[in-house]
């Protein structure tokens, strides 16, 4: 099992910039992919970002692409979220997720059912 610790939320206001940051431990060597996946009050988890550990895929929703970048830092076993020019509609519950799975890659990355280890999530509200 892979625990996943999320930080870096916060309030903003619209416009701003927010940078979460995902820690993998545990069986880290099991893991192929990382994702970001966010949740707003009433609706369902969505997918925001995701990457392999190798670098070799990554892929964005349309919802954030231009103005988000995930990054990883494999010597930390750490996953980053770097959000830009952020919206009222971005705020929603953001979580952390590790997929086991070798091979996943394209559209599979943004598929929760291929992620096997969640984090607790962590908050981001932005204000208009």
């Known amino acids: 099992q892979v625990q996943l610790d999320e930080s870096g939320g916060g309030s903003v206001q619209a416009g701003g910039s927010l940078r979460l940051s995902c820690a993998a431990s545990?069986?880290?060597?099991?893991?192929?992919?990382m994702a970001w996946f966010r949740q707003a009050p009433g609706k369902e988890r969505e997918f925001v970002a995701a990457?392999?550990?190798?670098?070799?895929?990554?892929l964005y929703a349309d919802s954030v692409k231009g103005r988000s970048t995930i990054s990883r830092d494999n010597a930390k076993n750490t996953v980053y979220l770097q959000m830009n020019s952020l919206k009222p509609e971005d705020t929603a519950v953001y979580y952390c997720a590790a997929c086991s799975i070798p091979g996943t890659t394209g559209w599979r990355l943004s598929m929760r059912l291929w992620y096997d280890d969640w984090g607790q999530g962590t908050q981001v509200t932005v204000s208009s």
């Open positions: 990457t392999t550990w190798a670098g070799d895929n990554i």
């Open positions: 545990g069986r880290t060597f099991s893991t192929y992919a």
